[in-house]
């Protein structure tokens, strides 16, 4: 079926489908429902050939959103997550697909994503017992991936989301496999002992060296969305990290100081996610550029070439 769907599409080809207010209506619903729904259910992510369980718990009110996800199968994980920051975490969960594709800012803003996709009602399907609407996002042009979404007919809420690269082939599953719409018990949104929590920097703090390093390129319609500062778990140095986003899919860049170390050039592609590392020459010492992102490896590899310090002549 999603080959189905998306092949006239990726083929640039004229296809039967509604017009493209109706798939903004819905992205908007999806948006809205993610703040104003509760709900609990169960739902595969597979990456990679891999699949694992997870089980979520989202209650929205007037106070914001709590959410919490726990692994089921394999090495265990939990995250809570309280008005958009991660109040705890353990494990090495891939937490971050349960909100589906979403902003960094955890709002879609179909309106921006019709200069960087085509947005179309592809359809409809059955996910999880529940009638969805199919809604698929093509990137216009290679520096993105293609989404494939079912939303639940009746509340918006993301039931499915496909993640699929220029040649069609699967790289990210997420699908609920079942859903109830209510407020979760308070006991189920608890944390366990085994989750640690997650300390987060102001953003007052972060020095000026942070705003120095910027790409002389990145793709058409992403935009530095956050800066940070982070100390290096090996060297103890200060990584600078910056994270872009088009409204929809997201990378980020971290900068960190060598100071002396040896560091191979590395470029990894595991399912949708890239990840690069080059090393840089400048005249403060040597630093080891790396781009993770849902982009394709290309893509971040010019990313990682292109970054450059923007008070301070950088050579190779």
């Known amino acids: 079926m999603r080959a189905a769907l998306l092949l006239p599409f990726l083929l640039g080809l004229a296809a039967p489908a509604a017009a493209a207010p109706d798939a903004a209506q819905w992205l908007e619903s999806m948006t809205r429902a993610e703040r104003t729904q509760s709900f609990e259910g169960t739902f595969v992510y597979e990456r990679d ?26 090495i265990a994980s939990e995250r809570v997550q309280a008005g958009g920051r991660t109040a705890c ?26 200069s960087w996709y085509d947005l ?20 216009r042009d290679r520096d993105r991936y ?3 979404m079912h939303l639940d007919t009746r509340t918006g809420l993301l039931l499915k989301s496909l993640l699929i690269d220029a ?27 085994n989750c640690k929590p997650v300390l987060h920097a102001l953003a007052a703090t972060a020095p000026r060296d942070v705003s120095t ?13 956050q800066t940070g500062l982070r100390k290096s778990s090996a060297s103890n140095a200060s990584v600078t990290s910056l994270l872009y986003a088009d409204g929809l899919a997201h990378f980020s860049v971290f900068v ?27 005249s403060e010492g040597e630093m080891m550029i790396t781009v993770v992102g849902e982009i394709p490896l290309g893509t ?9 310090r923007q008070d301070v002549q950088a050579r190779r």
């Open 89 to 114: 975490a353990t494990g090495n969960p891939v937490l971050g697909v349960v909100q589906g594709p979403v902003g960094s800012d955890g709002v879609v803003d179909p309106l921006k994503l019709m």
């Open 120 to 139: 179309r009602v592809a359809g409809a399907s059955r996910v999880a017992g529940r009638e969805a609407v199919v809604v698929t996002l093509v990137p």
């Open 213 to 225: 390093w910027r790409s002389k390129w990145i793709p058409a319609g992403f935009e530095l969305a």
């Open 167 to 193: 040649q069609g082939r699967l790289l990210e599953r997420l699908q609920y496999m079942r859903l109830a719409v209510g407020a979760p018990a308070s006991a189920d949104l608890k944390a366990t002992p």
């Open 146 to 148: 293609a989404f494939e």
């Open 256 to 282: 960190e100081p060598l100071n002396g170390a040896s560091a191979r050039d590395t470029r990894v592609q595991l399912g949708p996610t890239a990840a690069v590392s080059r090393r840089l020459k400048t």
């Open 300 to 308: 971040a590899e010019r990313i990682a070439l292109s970054m450059q």
């Open 49 to 74: 050939g891999d699949f694992s369980t997870y089980q979520v718990w989202h209650r929205a009110g007037d106070g914001g959103v709590r959410e919490r996800v726990l692994k089921l199968d394999g």
